[in-house]
């Protein structure tokens, strides 16, 4: 059975078409971008295709995306060529990047265990100064979700590993380095969209 990795790399060119095709983007990204630094510098966390990065940069901020999925940043690249694109694991350090202003992970978390959440925060924190801000998008509930990890493509099985999570649990992981600010509108129930603020 095929991974996480292996499924968006499978499927990069439908949620491609997908995510260029939607004209509002991320739920609440320009509120998002309105609290940060005029110009400032944004980080698409797990940017798939980087149709989220190419609003962010219509707003007229610097965009950087980086995700683990290599078909998914060719599509990204091949559509945004001022953008740059970095294959890499949030989970690892990036913090060669450089600082940033904001950073905006539109349920990248789904596929991260609950264990690992802290090391999801320790990492962004490297990147971010103090007062930086976060908004992430995470599917509510508890644990991982087999409805929606287990894909059958072409005749091959793949585990994508979808994770629920819950405010609580990003409390936890990130305490000692990032508060809570509040809860924005999302269009969906099931998913729910948080800003935390970077404290130390």
């Known amino acids: 059975m095929y991974g996480t990795q292996e499924y968006y790399d499978k499927t990069a060119h439908e949620w491609a078409q997908q995510g260029y095709s939607e ?5 609440c ?3 998002f971008l309105r609290m940060l630094p005029k110009k400032g510098r ?4 797990c940017c798939g295709a980087g149709y989220d990065s190419r609003r962010i940069q219509a707003y007229g901020f610097e965009a950087i995306g980086i995700d683990f999925s290599a078909e998914s940043l060719a599509i990204a690249r091949q559509h945004n060529p001022n953008i740059l ?11 060669d ?13 789904v596929h991260i265990e609950t264990d690992k959440l802290p090391l999801a925060f320790e990492q962004m924190a490297k990147v971010l100064p103090c007062n930086g801000l976060i908004l992430l998008s995470i ?6 979700l087999p409805e929606w990890s287990f894909r059958e493509i072409d005749g091959q099985s793949y585990d994508r590993n979808f994770i629920a999570h819950t405010l609580q649990e990003l409390e936890i992981a990130a305490a000692g380095q990032f508060t ?21």
């Open 180 to 200: 809570l600010l509040q809860e924005l509108p999302s269009d969906m129930r099931v998913w729910k969209n948080y800003l935390f603020k970077k404290i130390v």
């Open 42 to 45: 944004v980080l698409d966390l």
């Open 139 to 144: 599917r509510e509930g508890n644990g991982k």
């Open 23 to 27: 004209e509002g983007g991320a739920s």
């Open 85 to 95: 694109f970095l294959h890499q694991n949030m989970l690892e350090d990036y913090s």
């Open 29 to 31: 990204l320009h509120e």
């Open 97 to 109: 990047i450089g600082h940033v202003d904001g950073i905006l992970l539109s349920a990248g978390l």
